[in-house]
Structures are given as structure tokens and as C-alpha cells.
Nanobody
Framework: QVQLVESGGGLVQSGGSLRVSCAASGSIFSIAVMGWYRQVLGKQRELVASITSGSSTNYADSVKGRFTISRDNAQNTVSLQMNSLKPEDTAVYYC??????????????WGQGTQVTVSS
């Protein structure tokens, strides 16, 4: 079983910065992709950024140039540095990880979510 524990987030003024981090634990053999999604009440969850074990990254157009995703493969952690935040970035941010357990079982799990609020 794999668990994701998120940290960071909070309240910041428009133009400010925040960092959210996520640590995976459990019987993990490898994590192929780690990512951050966000969801606003009443809307679908959307991809913010993802990163592979080989450090290939993918960003939503709305955050390109402002957000940076990074990961530590040895520690099974992923972080999202968010700069130049806008009120429309306000959402619950969820960490996601997909990979393999020892024994070649696949997993795809979500964190509990952390609130990011950007005031205007």
C-alpha cells in the first residue's frame, strides 16, 4: 500500500509564492510519474504539472513559466514551486503518484489535498 502525505499550501496575496510538497511511502519499487492536480468546488480536477522518473515535465498552459515541478527519486518526493500566483490559482491541490510496488503490482494513488488560496 502506498500513502501520499502533502505539506505546504496556505494563503498568499496575488503575485506571491508558495511551495507544496508530497512524500510517498509504502512498499514502493518505483514511481513512474508524480504530479499535482487541482480542483475548484464544482469543477473537474485538472492537471497542473507532472514529472517522470527521468525528469520529463508537463505543465498546464495556465501555469507555464510560473510553476516549477521537481522530484527526488531517492526520497520519493515531489514539490511544486508556485510563483506569481493569481487568484485563479485558488484551489485544492492534490498530489498523485503512479508506479509499481514490490511484486510488480501497479498503483495509482492520491494525496488528501491541500488548500491554496490566492487573495487579490
Amino acid at each position: 500500500q502506498v500513502q501520499l502525505v502533502e505539506s505546504g499550501g496556505g494563503l498568499v496575496q496575488s503575485g506571491g509564492s508558495l511551495r507544496v510538497s508530497c512524500a510517498a511511502s509504502g512498499s514502493i519499487f518505483s514511481i513512474a510519474v508524480m504530479g499535482w492536480y487541482r480542483q475548484v468546488l464544482g469543477k473537474q480536477r485538472e492537471l497542473v504539472a507532472s514529472i517522470t522518473s527521468g525528469s520529463s515535465t508537463n505543465y498546464a498552459d495556465s501555469v507555464k513559466g510560473r510553476f516549477t515541478i521537481s522530484r527526488d527519486n531517492a526520497q520519493n518526493t515531489v514539490s511544486l514551486q508556485m510563483n506569481s500566483l493569481k487568484p485563479e490559482d485558488t484551489a485544492v491541490y492534490y498530489c498523485n503518484a503512479a508506479g509499481n510496488l514490490w511484486g510488480n503490482l501497479r498503483f495509482n494513488v492520491w494525496g488528501q489535498g491541500t488548500q491554496v488560496t490566492v487573495s487579490s
